[in-house]
């Protein structure tokens, strides 16, 4: 029964028993699910709210920042950017880095709780999943535009050409392009066949024949057909089976691009763990950033309630402790391994006289700040979650700028030392990625179901048949 | 008149619809399915539905991927371009690995997701069902059965009746 945290519903505060999925108002019935997730969906485009196109304004104009940033990118080339030899790898990669560990905690809640049977998933695993793909998108971008000629990105892939040549796939670099292009597509697909049956259920509801037209195509003519539920609940299992694998390898290639060289620092067998840790560890920070306003601009605290915001918490804790763990490994190898290099890299790290406060920054943001997630009454508290969160995805991003460019300023030969610089370009290529994170999460909560509703109804269909009857909402307020 | 596709009987619960999908299999129904907002279990066998393959069509998808995967690298690497790097051997299969893993993976995945859609049929532009009155309801809060008119023992009268015994909410002729 951790679906409700019915078990632990005798210890919430009072007034929160009702902010448990199910009960909305007294009784909850399949067809209020769908009315309360999907009333933004019907609205007329002229009565969408105004923080909506508020929102959406401000996201589409670092959009614009963003592809501006671009445009002038591909004019005049990487020499925009603070990237020079030692630091080659800087900005750009420490970007694509820090989106593609945001994607993470989305596969994970909907492909791991789901083969765990954690049920309370179902109400966040949608956004989540949004998430991902988007945060993939912004990623995924990244080393394309690093590569000084993006349109001719398609080298790297295999492809019958004219020169006779294949990629070079012992390269850790080849192997991104088709850890990142396998994990962008499944990560679609698996979204995509999960809206199926939700984006039937708009079809059939929404008022206006347009949109009646848009989702018509869009489920693809879905019936609800036994037969057809049977191969479609089979097909999913199969993809989060097939996706849980896949989330902690898509991290893991990515270290290999780091660990498989010689860099000091870099070259070290803790890499992938610590790196898919990490990532986990920002995707719930992200989670939480997005659940907490969403739950309230939609009034979707029936469905995202306290208890996935705790769990998502705790979570972000136990992961958050593994990076800490990763930090102290690093620290410790570069001692043990007695080499010059290795220590003189850990001491540059820390008391550098550029980045030192880098570090020390970051073990702030991972470490200390995530600490008051032990206590209850913090994990209770949206606000706090909601600045914390923040702080954790501020530190992530330091943690990958901190491993990759200040171990590139002092890399072998001291000849070739430098300081690295972001320009204004690094910046606004960064900004506007947000932007473009954020116009497609936008259009995402406006025109498809942000909650899974028919895994929800199915959800519900379980308690009220194969619950507990004890365990059930009503008794369970008497109790209280 | 148009041709009957069937008799389409709608009930409240999935209870309802699970006993109505019995009663009708007893009576040596075979071409009957329901309808319903999500996946209930166990329907499949009132129905007498048999269960998906969908997992060994996966798992040989995944094999070719597996092979395509491994085959390509190798085959790049030691027959059609021999190449020496850093003096490792032609086939370094431990740095195959990954690019094999990938090839597996989305090979299984997008046939777990396109065949499952391919098996059903879908897209799918126009559907006879949807001529059922309420038949929106389905993707809601509704459960529906329907008896094709294509069975062997169909005959209107008596299936009419037969639904109409199972408490459902409402019974309709339905048109292709």
Redesign the interface.
Known sequence: MALLGLKRLRRLPEGETDKVIGNHGGEQ???SI?DVVNAPLYTHPLKTPTWWFVGFGIAFFFLMVYLYSVVYLIVKGTGIWGNNIPTAWAMPIINFVWWIGIGHAGTLISAALLLFRQEWRTSINRFAEAMTLFAVVCAGLYPILHLGRPWVFYWLA?YPNTY???P???S?L??DL??IS?YA??SL??W??GL??DL??V???HPYKLGKIFYG?LC????????????????YL??AA??F??VL?VHS?IS?DFAVSQVPGWNNTIMPPYFVAGAVFAGFAMVLILAIPLRKAFKLENFITMKHLDNSAKLMLATGLFVIYGYFVEIFSAWYSGSELERYMIYNRMFGKEYGWAFWALIFCNGIAIQPLWWKRVRYNPIALFIISIIVSVGMWLERFVIVAVTLTREFLPSSWGIYKPTFWDWSLYIGSLGLFSTLFFLFIRFLPSIAT??M??TL?HIE?HGDPALRLKDNKEAL | MAELYGVVAQYGSPDAVKAAAQTMRDHGYLQIEAYTPYPIEGLDDDLGQTQTRLGWVVLAMGMVGFIVGFGMQWWANVEFYPLNIGGKPLNSWPNFIVITFECTIIFSAFTAGLFMLFRNGLPQYYHPIFNTPGFENATRDKFFLCVEAQDKHFELAEVKGLLASTHPEKVSEVEK
């Open positions: 019935s399949y067809g769908d295999p006779g040549l294949f070079q796939f012992r850790p080849d192997w088709f850890a396998t597509s499944v697909l698996f995509y066949i199926i049956p039937a259920t079809r059939d509801r195509i693809l003519g879905w019936r609800g057909s036994n037969k057809h539920w049977q191969r479609y609940m089979r097909a199969l993809l097939l996706s694998p896949l390898s290639t290999f028919s895994e109804k199915e269909h048949h």
